[in-house]
């Protein structure tokens, strides 16, 4: 399944997210993933395994140019200059000459005239054709409001925290507004239960109405999550290093939901963040330093 972007490139809609892979397991989780059909891999410097993405796929035996590349800069090369080096540091690690997705890791509220400046180095980038698509991560509606005022050229993707727990239905309009795709991060709510987030938090997984929905079809509550976001016309990027769990979660596109199922999912949205604010600063965190390639 294809998604359309703004500027008429096509990703693949369903893809393997890496965030929290370690390194030494991403490589066989992201060889693992292109052999079961996955064509699109998600990573971003700030993960520290950009080089062992580019190497699952070089050991997939797979074209370049049947595999979607998307990864993300991060705030410690926020500015023009930084951010070009950036994209030098990330084909370095990858092992390849162009990326299919670039994207701002966070808005950085705290600094955001340096961020206006690595979006217009990724605005160059995609001019020159290094980068095949550009876009930002984690933007709230008054972050691209600005970002759109001072640049040319419209996001083609928000990647956001959404599962549903957590639908962000004024994120996704502002995105639908301006010709922007919303890609799901934690699309299935893995943040929702990883240790060390806080305490109190529901494990969308265990979710009563979703287990309904999973039940009548033969299906995982996992796979219902990720059925919810394609039909609602999202990309999803779910993660996991489990090869089981990798082929269940692409085995999603032969059962539909219907409209009373897509609405019971929809009624589940909390409203409540689980992962970090994209409008709070974190200096400490903004400050890591991303390694050359």
């Not at 064509?39 to 700030?46: K, L, Q, S, V």
């Not at 265990?206 to 039940?215: H, L, N, S």
């Not at 079809?217 to 090869?243: C, D, E, F, Y």
């Amino acid at each position: 399944m294809e998604l359309k972007l703004n500027n008429g490139v096509t990703m693949p809609a369903l893809g393997l997210g890496v965030f929290q892979s370690p390194p030494e397991e991403t490589t066989a989780a992201v060889q693992t993933a292109l052999e079961v059909g996955y064509r699109h891999i998600d990573t971003a410097a700030a993960y520290g395994n950009e080089r062992e993405v580019g190497e699952g796929i070089r050991r997939s035996g797979l074209d370049r140019g049947d595999v979607f590349i998307e990864t993300k800069v991060w705030v410690s090369d926020y500015g023009y200059d930084e951010a070009l080096h950036a994209w030098d540091k990330a084909v370095g690690k990858l092992g390849v000459a162009q990326l299919d997705l670039l994207i701002l890791h966070q808005p950085a509220p705290d600094r955001f005239d340096k961020t206006i400046a690595a979006y217009k180095a990724l605005e160059t980038l995609h001019k020159d054709g290094r980068v095949r698509a550009i876009g930002v991560s984690n933007f709230m509606p008054h972050h691209l409001q600005q970002l759109l005022e001072a640049t040319d050229v419209v996001p083609a993707v928000n990647q956001i925290e959404l599962h549903p727990y957590f639908q962000q239905p004024e994120v996704q309009a502002a995105d639908a507004a301006s010709g922007i795709l919303t890609q799901a991060w934690s699309p299935i709510g893995g943040i929702t239960f990883y240790p060390g987030w806080g305490e109190n938090r529901r494990n969308v997984m265990r979710d009563p109405a979703i287990a309904g929905v999973a039940q009548a079809h033969g299906k995982t509550p996992a796979q219902v999550m990720l059925r919810w976001h394609l039909q609602q016309g999202r990309s999803a990027i779910p993660k996991s290093t489990n090869p089981a769990r990798i082929a269940e979660n692409f085995d999603v596109f032969d059962f539909e939901l219907s409209a009373d199922q897509l609405a019971a999912i929809d009624a589940l949205d909390s409203g409540v963040r689980s992962g970090p604010d994209p409008d709070v600063a974190r200096p400490e965190r903004f400050a890591l330093v991303i390694p050359e390639a």
